[in-house]
Nanobody, 124 residues
Framework: QVQLVESGGDSVQAGGSLKLSCVAS????????FAWFRKAPGKEREGVAA????????YYLNSVEGRFTISHDNAKNTLYLQMNSLKPEDTAIYYC???????????????????WGQGTQVTV
C-alpha cells in the first residue's frame, strides 16, 4: 500500500522560502512520477510541479516556473519542493501525489495521479 506523508508547511512572509518534503513508502516499482498539487480556498486544485524519477523530466505550472524547484532523492524515497520568492497567491494546502502506473509523463493533470498525501498548509 502506497503512503505519502508531507511535511514542511508553515507560515512565511511574502518573498520568503519554504521547502516541502514528502516521504513515500509501500512502493514496488523502482521509479514513478510524483507531483505537488495545491488547493487554495475557493479555487480548484492545480498541479504545481511534477517529476519523473526515472528520467528526471519535470513539469511546472507557469506561475511558479523559476521560483519553485521539484526534486527527488531516490535513496531516501523523498520528494521535495523548494519554494522561493513566495507570494500571497501561493497560499494553499499542498499535496504530494504519485502516479502509480507505468508510462506517466510529468504533468499537472489531476487524473494522472492515483495516490495522494494528506496535505500540508502553506500560508504566505
Amino acid at each position: 500500500q502506497v503512503q505519502l506523508v508531507e511535511s514542511g508547511g508553515d507560515s512565511v512572509q511574502a518573498g520568503g522560502s519554504l521547502k516541502l518534503s514528502c516521504v513515500a513508502s509501500g512502493y514496488a516499482a523502482s521509479s514513478d512520477t510524483f507531483a505537488w498539487f495545491r488547493k487554495a480556498p475557493g479555487k480548484e486544485r492545480e498541479g504545481v510541479a511534477a517529476i519523473d524519477t526515472g528520467d528526471g523530466s519535470t513539469y511546472y505550472l507557469n506561475s511558479v516556473e523559476g521560483r519553485f524547484t521539484i526534486s527527488h532523492d531516490n535513496a531516501k524515497n523523498t520528494l521535495y519542493l523548494q519554494m522561493n520568492s513566495l507570494k500571497p497567491e501561493d497560499t494553499a494546502i499542498y499535496y504530494c501525489v504519485a502516479c502509480g502506473t507505468p508510462w506517466c509523463p510529468p504533468s499537472g493533470r489531476i487524473g494522472d495521479y492515483h495516490y495522494w498525501g494528506q496535505g500540508t498548509q502553506v500560508t504566505v
